[in-house]
């Protein structure tokens, strides 16, 4: 069964430091998507960012980063210079596996980390 | 482009009652999922439409079900309502089926289910 954990529950930080949001994921398959979203108090899920499992390569978009480690199946999202919009909860989640075409259709969600950034 | 469209915002029933939310996908979005976020459960996956078929769904009873219509839109129904049953419904829509995820999964702003 594929599970999502995000060790940290909650994070609080002041205006302009930067923050890591940790992301451990468990799955047999082989190929598979990492995404984290951000929930805003609206209740909306938005997407930050998405990863496949055959690239490893880490990128910088604007404000945000991320980490991917297939070896230690950690999915890694870092908020440079953090503002108090980012305030929000976090969550990473996992794509089932798609092969020869099909897919189940699902994302296993960790169960999200409430950044609060402070001014 | 509008997102995607979730009604009714709140929604508020007692317990034994039907409950029926609606979702209306992206243009040119033929997927269609349903989530649930009840409080301290993180999100759940209920079901998965596509092309008018359901393809999936997650471990929960009977009681909840739903259909997509020939417009993709789609309806998530929940009968004999339970307490627990007081959550967020979230629905997402995708471009096609999501064996291709690089087409992303776009969500709506949910249903905020309330059983009393």
Redesign the interface.
């Known amino acids: 069964a594929q599970k999502v954990t995000q060790a940290q529950t909650e994070i609080s930080v002041v205006e302009k430091e930067d923050v890591t949001l940790d992301c451990v994921y468990e799955t047999r398959d082989t190929t598979y998507?990492l995404?984290w979203?951000k929930q805003p108090p609206?209740?909306?899920?938005?997407?930050l960012i998405?990863r496949?499992s055959f690239d490893e390569q880490n990128e910088i978009s604007g404000r945000y980063s991320w980490n991917f480690q297939k070896s230690t199946s950690s999915f890694n999202f870092t908020i440079t210079a953090s503002q108090v919009v980012d305030s929000a909860v976090y969550?990473c989640?996992l794509?089932d596996g798609?092969a020869g075409?099909?897919?189940?259709?699902?994302?296993?969600?960790?169960?999200?980390t409430i950044l609060t950034v402070h001014p | 482009e509008a997102g995607v469209t979730q009604s009714p915002t709140h929604l508020i029933k007692t317990r034994g009652q039907q409950a029926t939310l609606r979702c209306s996908p992206i243009s040119g979005h033929t997927s269609v999922y349903w989530y649930q976020q009840a409080l301290g459960l993180g999100l759940q996956f209920l079901l998965w439409y596509d092309e008018g078929e359901e393809r999936n769904r997650g471990n929960f009873p009977p009681r909840f079900s739903g259909r997509q219509f020939p417009n993709y839109s789609s309806e998530l129904n929940v009968n004999a309502l339970e307490l627990e049953d007081s959550a967020l419904y979230l629905c997402a829509s995708s471009l096609v089926g999501s064996w291709r995820w690089d087409y992303g999964y776009t969500f709506g702003s949910g249903t905020r289910l309330t059983v009393v």
Do not use: D, P
């Open positions: 998507y995404f979203y609206s209740g909306e899920l938005v997407f998405r496949n969550f989640a794509s798609y075409g099909t897919s189940y259709g699902k994302l296993t969600f960790g169960q999200g």
